[in-house]
């Protein structure tokens, strides 16, 4: 008997190392086939794809590493310290790191455990917040006052705007550390105004436009935290009438004085209105920003009993209605004209609705399968269309909504290929002419705004943001460089590029005349952008 056999357990005979090497080498082979398949496949969700991927690498790796030791012509003993050795690499490691953040497609990134967090370290600069005064009553053509601009739709009249960055690059104005937010800037006159949370402060900061230097700030003691969606709030202010309104991760809507960041008024939107239960609350925080429409505030409140969205005086807080009776999604009310009719379409946890702006009472509701979460802004494309997107596998769908004799009807106007065409996840959605511009699952595409047909897919940004200002497209990657596209039908053409930020950004650019501002969890930046030379601006 040789050695190999001698020392196998119970007069057994270890496995042929030729059989334990093609155990190892088909287990590896079968392992990439299926991640190539999850990498490759047409349409294929991002985040799936890794998620697959990874779970398939590491469990072939685990079950690889048990069969070898098991396998292996040693004693019991010896084998189980080897399993414990490694358990106890695995459970020091795992001691060690923690994941710091995931990327969009849940990539994760790690940080040493004794790593203070960045809006924790910055914390400690609470005091740089100085008491000030802004003006935020006296407003310009130029203004940003709300979530995706003027007009909620991420476009912007203008300037023209250079086309070549390389002889013209976006002049940097400042640049400052700003706590953790998936927050934008709202933007009247020569201040502008987003929420950040620092340590167990949630606040709202208002700055000047022109210098990043804060004016004032109101903090609320709440902290909001989720390894794959992050630290802190996560919608954008709306400036209106002087006043600033906001919503906090946690269901917290604020009334502020524009002038000072004294509050005026405040409601607890998820407790007040059955929204705090586990079943209701959104797993990855409040994120809807407030819609100010004549004298209302609009929110989504995601509660039952027919307080799915809700509206309060803009001036007193009181409620004025409460309507429908869906969970909260991702997304922010819009004020909309279809069919005719002024009225708000809300994006639901598992609906699409329209509200009558008098009181919230439900005009049509088309029901969209329960896949969570749905981010993207919806967008009217037409008289009586709107398009509304996500990601996770769920695409898109065109609705186009009619009145007849007092009721409404909806249909589906894409058909069920090109639904898979535009995936948006939570990047919003740009349409200009007869287009529409979207990063579809993280690569800007550009589809047909009637038929859902693709004309190009181009660029991979990650899941940033869009902002369309006069005719040139400013694509926020979410790796933080910031690129200049021609937002053209016919091809993908990038114009420029530049790296503002480092870091992981889901945050959408806002722009003021010349001035652009952007920002992520760790920092903001104020860049003053090229204009293009009147004779070649048409080009």
């Known amino acids: 008997m040789d050695e190999r056999e001698r020392r196998w357990p119970q007069g057994g005979v270890s496995p042929h190392p030729t059989l334990r090497f093609g155990v190892v080498i088909a287990a590896v082979l079968a392992a990439a086939g299926v991640c190539a398949w999850a990498q490759l496949r047409e349409n294929k969700d991002h985040q799936v794809a890794f998620l697959l991927s990874a779970s398939t690498a590491a469990g072939t790796a685990l079950g690889l590493l048990v069969w070898l030791t098991i396998t292996t012509p040693w004693s019991w003993s010896a084998r189980l310290k080897t399993l414990l050795g490694f358990a106890a690499i695995v459970v020091v490691g795992l001691g060690l790191v923690r994941i710091d953040e995931t990327s969009g497609d849940v990539v994760p990134k790690l940080a040493w455990r004794w790593t203070p967090k960045h809006d924790v370290a910055l914390a400690a600069e609470f005091s740089d917040l100085v008491g000030g005064t ?21 476009v912007v009249a203008g300037p023209a705007l250079a086309r070549d960055w390389e002889s013209m690059p976006p002049r940097e104005v400042w640049r400052r550390p700003i706590g953790a937010a998936w927050s934008s800037f709202a933007i009247v006159g020569k201040y502008a ?10 606040l709202v900061v208002c700055y000047e436009l022109d210098t990043g230097k804060p004016v004032w700030y109101h903090a609320d003691k709440v902290r909001f935290e989720e390894i794959l969606a992050g630290v802190g709030p996560r919608s954008t202010p709306t400036i209106a009438g002087g006043k600033v309104y906001t919503m906090g991760a946690l269901g917290l809507l604020n009334c502020l004085d524009g002038a000072t960041g004294k509050p005026l008024w405040s409601h607890d939107v998820a407790k007040e209105n059955g929204a705090d239960t586990p079943e209701r609350k959104p797993e990855w925080g409040k994120s809807c920003s407030p819609l100010v429409v004549n004298d209302a505030v609009v929110v989504s409140a995601g509660g039952p009993d027919g307080h799915s969205l809700v509206a309060y005086h803009k001036d007193t807080g009181e409620m004025l209605w409460h309507m429908g009776d869906s969970s909260s999604s991702y997304s922010s009310p819009l004020l909309a004209i279809l069919a005719g009719q002024q009225q708000i379409v809300m994006i639901n946890r598992s609906s699409v609705t329209g509200h009558d702006l008098q009181d919230g009472h439900i005009l049509w509701s088309y029901e969209w399968p329960l896949v969570n979460p749905k981010c993207a802004e919806p967008l009217v494309t037409g008289e009586d269309t709107v398009l509304v997107s996500a990601g996770y596998g769920l695409g898109s769908a065109l609705l186009r909504v009619t009145p007849a004799d007092g009721q409404w009807t909806v249909e589906q106007v894409w058909n069920e290929r090109n639904l898979r065409n535009l995936k948006s996840k939570f990047a919003n959605m740009i349409q200009r002419d007869e287009f529409i511009y979207a990063l579809d699952d993280g690569v800007l595409s550009c589809i047909e705004a009637g038929t859902g047909k693709r004309r190009w897919k181009g660029g991979r940004y990650g899941h940033g943001q869009l902002l369309l200002v006069g005719d040139r497209l400013l694509v926020q990657a979410e790796s933080g460089e ?10 993908f053409a990038e114009l420029g590029k530049i790296t503002p930020l480092t870091a992981k950004t889901w945050n959408n650019p806002a722009i003021a005349g010349r001035k652009l501002l952007v920002r992520n969890h760790e920092e903001a930046v104020c860049y003053e952008l090229p204009l293009a030379d009147p004779a070649t601006a048409a080009e």
């Open 134 to 154: 802004a003006d935020l009553a006296t407003t310009t053509a130029d203004d940003s006052p709300q979530f995706l601009g003027p007009q909620r739709r991420g």
């Open 482 to 491: 910031l690129a200049l596209v021609d937002p053209n039908p016919k091809k």
């Open 193 to 202: 105004v987003t929420q950040e949370q620092r340590g167990e402060n949630e």
